[in-house]
């Protein structure tokens, strides 16, 4: 039992050390597509569909001023504080990386620069890094972690 075990862990390991980059590329790829359509979301004023991006879980983790468990409780706070278009303002991510850590999960770096006026709060803008995680219905974020600076 013990040989099969350690064959089929060599078989695992060998498999995901020889995943095929264009795969992997692909995968990245729907990474950036999720934040796409994060920020489109955004800019339309839609929270809602904005938060389509996170895990619905109990598990999902944004760590900021404070740290939220939750789906739920993150999605109150989203939209406590950008309650108006004027607070949500206009959302751009820059300098995404994305690092692929298997075929099921990635780390994403970036910046975000909110555009908004003086009565929305003024420009805001900072760094995130986020863990995504594929599910049946996609990749989702499963961490977020953003800095204002």
């Known amino acids: 039992m013990h ?14 050390l020889l995943l095929p980059a264009a795969a992997l590329h692909a995968q990245a790829d729907a990474v950036r597509q999720v934040l796409t359509d994060q ?9 809602v569909t904005f938060m389509q991006g996170y895990a619905d879980s109990p598990d999902t983790t944004f760590i900021g001023k404070t740290i939220e468990h939750g789906y739920a409780p ?3 706070r989203y939209q406590h504080a950008y309650g108006s278009s ?38 805001a803008s900072g760094i995130f890094s986020l863990v995504f995680e594929k599910e049946a219905a996609g990749w989702k974020i499963i961490l977020d972690h953003t800095c204002a600076s």
């Not at 920020?39 to 929270?47: K, L, S």
């Not at 820059?94 to 994403?108: I, K, P, S, W």
């Open 74 to 76: 993150i999605l109150a």
């Open 3 to 16: 040989r099969r075990s350690v064959r089929l862990l060599v078989f695992v390991l060998s498999a995901l």
């Open 86 to 123: 004027e607070a949500m303002g206009h959302l751009d991510f820059t300098d995404v990386q994305v690092r692929m850590l298997g075929e099921d999960h990635a780390v994403v770096t970036g910046h975000f620069h909110l555009t908004r006026t003086q009565a929305g709060g003024g420009d």
């Open 39 to 47: 920020q489109n979301a955004w800019n339309r004023g839609d929270i």
